[in-house]
């Protein structure tokens, strides 16, 4: 807050003096004048200083980051405020210096009140009591022993103040009010003296410039208001002087003109005919205007019947709403089928994935189990050719005869021995032709998956390369006309278009493809915004029905039935829509509205509408994305963001494309997309090329794999009849060697043991083969299952895209109702605003013609007959005044003339007296600032020297030099100090002083203020911020001696250090802040 300005003396003390308002005359500033050096340096009584202006407690409520602080009451002599960074101590000052009507920018905090209002509250309160008693207490019969000064800051900025008694009732909401109060306890919030702020305080610190100091000075002690208001009073008396030789000049001329007008006075004549006739005529006019009134009066009357009768547009208003409601309801439905079916698909698709899994887990098991039975079933052939073997051994030992010749037998064990090996070779090679089919087959099933898997992967390529070559088709098309990105034929539409246009077939010719009407500010959101607007691209825009129709037509020869474009039907106009509070506004990231250049306001309208363009962010970090619209609230209108690869996040869900998003319609230079398509189909075709190369390769590898497996198999089956052939050589042999010994009975029971083994077998075989059967049925089903979902999945699919198709039409028909229902309520706000205007027009009117009626009365109270018209009483009424102008310049008016003479002769004589006057006063206010000059001159030095010996004695407590010198002339202050052990240094500058002894000769420097100021209440903030512990105690001790000192003045200190070493004292109150609430939350979280 500014130093108010009164009259011309009142500045000229520091000390508290009352001021006096309003002007003053020369004989008060000569009183005043002399008094003053009597009462300059006197201090006022205890009672006065102690009990006024003190502060007795403060209260915040949603100021800067605090919902609430306080209340704080404050003791009457030294108070410390002691919290941690974040706790609030330095809000506490700023709203001091707010609630005492200080200005943002003299907080240092902010340039704007609207910043210290709390994020997300409407209004900030401050509450500031001051003391009020004693002899010179500010009207006591009015507010008590205290004044209660009450702030309300709102978000846009506004401040309104109340100023309540003790009781709380409100005596005043006036600024001139609380400046009377705090001109009565001498505060000014803005003297740094009085309140001393971290910023001030910093900037003193760090100051080189001895100017700055001696300004500091100036204003501290107010000399510095002094002298602008000595130099507003030398310029206001040099302009007075020029005014009043002006005025001279005009003196002689009014002089003239009273000569002339005293002639004119003496030569009069009246007009009494024509004068009444005159009135005669203004009492029939004053009644012919309130006959025209009563006739308007009835025409408003019967018009505001015609309108309340003839529209009904209430109805229509409520059959839309109705629609909108119903159309909303179904947007939502939809919305809701559709998270359903997405949770349905990410259902399925976790199902297809377990079903795959578990067919591979039973193709193996199928494999394994046709193993087992091939195994079995070579096995029963063996024990059945065994059986075989055995019968025709004891059918030969029954029908043969003996043979015994030695030879013979020798032969025979030779051949068995022969077989015997021979058998055991067959055997083991037998077990390592099994094993070998085993891990062939294990081969063959891993090759198989490896192609199955390669060959989807090519598929995906293929499909890949496909849509690049398509899109690369596009591009080069796009080379003579950048239309055909839009489709091939699209140059053609719209030269149909332009041609129906020029016939007259369009009402207003249709605006589209949209994506051809917009461009990027930022060719880095290209793919953000395709994302956004996918669906709009191709879209054209019409301003009714009957142009969509012939659109509709147009595009038929073009684009068959269900591959056309959208066409939106939305009215033309030639500006956008106002988006003030409606759109997101983000200091970081911009909207997709704000990263587009769109020249036509038909398209930024129509995106606004469909799209909400304006309320869409573009980040492009998905973390940060995340964060901003999932880690807290949303920003303000913000119901969606998009990312720089085209994920698209709300506030409680994260959509990621399937695939990657291809930008197609908002490219740059078509060359650089071509080339960039160009190199994608290359590395596209080689890596097709090396799948299809590795894919042969796999494929040569499974037939090879096969034919090997195919070879064992037939080996070993070769290897098995060889061993059958041994052992039934082997069999016939020993059968042979024995015939008379061997005993016909243990072959049968060999036979019948080998029986049973074959029954044994075939059991196992079928077994195996059960067991089979049941993992192909297996295998089957879970392969028909797996199918089943796959389908399930597809119908899925395409039943969202349906329903997503649905939703896009559902949401352009919410966006038509409410726009309709929107243009209704303006038609019937409108409607019911001309009806509300008619009748307070009406009233108007009927309260004009009571007016006229009454001021009719007051000219002539009787009605009369009047048959003449308005207009032909009015040329009467100007012949008659012409023909009576005609006569008073010839001859003068009476009145007029006596007027005239009266104040030609009343400014004669009221000028003559003011030029007197003003001469005089100039001539006393010559003198008076002759003396106000060298008593200020006298007072600065006072002040100076006291400041220098009060700093000199302070600095002697530290045990240092230091010394002020003040050079008025230039105004400048240089400060020296020398701290202990440095006495004999040449250099003596502030800057070379440690952090901690700068601050402390910084509070000795405001300490000698203080004893040369007055106030009724001192505050500092973090004056300790840079002192060590040592400097800190030092000052501190000095601030509490200048406390007992003053104890009847009031001393804030604010520090955000320990307090424990402070003396105990009934004097002294400190107040603990507690830690902010978001230090809280961050560590919850």
Known sequence: MNKRRSCVLDVVKPSKTPRTEGKTCVQDDMDVDEEDGGQQDQPLSASSVGDIGVIENITLKNFMNHHLLGPFSFGPNVNFIVGNNGSGKSAILTALIVGLGGKATTTNRGASLKGFVKYGESAADIKVKLKNRGKEAYKIETYGDSICIEHRITSDGCRTCKIKNKTGHVISTKKEELTAILDHFNIQVDNPVSILNQEMSKQFLHSKNETDKYKFFMKATLLEQMKRDYIHIKQTKAVTRDQVERQEECLKDLRQLFLQKKERYESLSSLDDLRRTLEDLKQKMAWCLVREMECQVEQLKEQIEREESEFKLKEKLELCQNKVSVSEKKSQEIQQKIWRLTEEQDSLAEESRKFKEEIKVKSKAQKNQEVIYVCAENKLKQLEKEQCLLQDRIHKINHSLRRSHEAEQIQRLKKISAFKKQLEKLEAESNVLNQEIKDKQQALLKGREEYDKLSMEEKEIQACLESKLKRKKQLMASRSNR?????????????????????????????????????????????????????????????????????????SPYFPRGSRPQIIVCRFTDRAYKLQGRGVCHPEFPSVLDALNIENPVITNCLIDMRSIESILIIKEKARARKVMQGSRPPKNCREAFTAEGDQVFSNRYYTPENEVLVKYLGGDPEAEIRLVESEVENNQAQLSRFQLHLRSVKEDIQSMEEKLRSVIVTCKHNQENINKVKASITELENIEEPQTEDISSLEEDARENQQKIESQRRTVTDAQKDLKKHERSLMNINQQYKDVKNKMERLSDEVEQIKEEQVKAESEYSKLDQTMQVLTKKLKSHQDNIQTMRAELSLKEEETRAFEAKAKEICPERPHVNLSTKSIDVEITRLRQKINTHERNHGDKEQVIREYAEAHGNYKSKSNQLRDLKKFIDRLDNIMTDRQARYKILRRSLSVRCKLYFNNFMIKLQCCGSMMFDHNNETLSISVKPPGRENDSVSDMRSLSGGERSFSTVCFLLSLWEITESPFRCLDEFDVYMDMHNRQISLDLLLELSERQQLRQFIFITPQSTSNLPKSAHIKIHQLQDPERDTEENGH
């Open 483 to 555: 239309l055909r990105r839009f489709g091939d034929s699209m140059p053609e539409l719209l030269q149909s278009i332009d041609r129906a246009f020029a016939q007259g077939r369009f009402i207003k010719k249709p605006v589209g493809p949209i994506g051809a009407c917009i461009s990027l500010k930022d060719p880095s959101l290209v793919v953000a915004v395709e994302s956004c607007l996918r669906s709009f691209m191709k879209t054209f825009c019409c301003d009714n029905y009957k142009d969509e129709k012939v659109l509709q037509e147009l595009m």
